[in-house]
């Protein structure tokens, strides 16, 4: 059923920690983002603060509008806190990443401080986020079969480095990805989701490496890269 209070949640898709211990949750149904203070060291299970949304009860698409706006969400996915302490929402059904300024999450629906959206033929449907040790963020975008490198999100610059954007199944090898979805960054290496080809791929050291158009290294799920 769907939840009728302010504090349930509809279909949450993902979470992410502050270095206060506050627990943000894409809660995907509600097209919106909550965050929960400190759940792990005390009994509160109410949210203090909701993102993409005006009020707490609220849970329209794009608050009801019929466009977007910078303080609006559609089904986010995905949600990441930067070094800096800026919040990172993969605004999935809106086809971009919308980074809230840390100073900005004191009061419900806070617009957003930088809005990450190349051609949906780049991202589309965003749907994982992790940032690597140099602040540097990556994006999963399942719709157009690539992940994508972000120098400076907060600023709203244009994607550096793009993973995969082959997308053809029948010719799967270390340099294609299909509908890739979660992110995980251990120490200079990128570990890929890449759930359409069902399997995981690692891209060692490409946190430091330079190169544009890199090649996984590292096939998990499958007995090889083909």
């Known amino acids: 059923n769907t939840p009728s209070a302010a504090t349930g949640l509809w279909q949450p898709s993902g979470v992410a920690v502050d270095r206060a211990g506050n627990l943000y949750v894409a809660d995907t149904g509600n097209h919106r983002v909550v965050r929960?203070?400190?759940p792990f060291d005390s009994r509160v299970q109410a949210p203090d603060l909701v993102v993409g949304q005006s009020h707490l009860t609220a849970r329209d698409r794009n608050q009801g509008q019929g466009e977007t706006s910078e303080s609006s969400l559609s089904a986010p996915m995905a949600v990441a806190v930067s070094p800096r302490g800026d919040l990172v929402v993969a605004d999935t059904g809106n086809h971009r990443v919308v980074v809230f300024a840390a100073g900005s999450l004191v009061s419900h629906g806070p617009p957003a401080a930088a809005l990450l959206g190349p051609p949906e033929a780049l991202l589309s449907s965003p749907a994982g986020l992790a940032f690597d040790a140099a602040g540097r963020?990556?994006?999963a975008s399942p719709g157009s079969n690539r992940v994508l490198q972000f120098p400076t999100p907060a600023t709203g610059t244009a994607p550096i480095?793009?993973?995969?954007?082959?997308g053809d199944s029948a010719?799967?090898?270390?340099?294609?990805l299909l509908r890739?979805?979660?992110l995980a960054v251990l120490g200079d290496d990128l570990v890929v989701a890449d759930?359409?080809?069902?399997?995981?791929l690692r891209y060692s050291g490409l946190a430091r490496s330079l190169e544009t158009?890199?090649?996984a290294d590292t096939v998990f799920g499958q007995p090889d890269f083909t």
């Open 137 to 139: 963020l990556w994006v």
């Open 36 to 38: 929960y203070p400190r």
């Open 161 to 166: 480095r793009s993973l995969g954007g082959n």
């Open 213 to 215: 158009r890199p090649v």
């Open 180 to 182: 890739p979805t979660g």
């Open 171 to 176: 010719r799967r090898g270390p340099n294609t």
């Open 195 to 200: 759930s359409g080809n069902h399997r995981l």
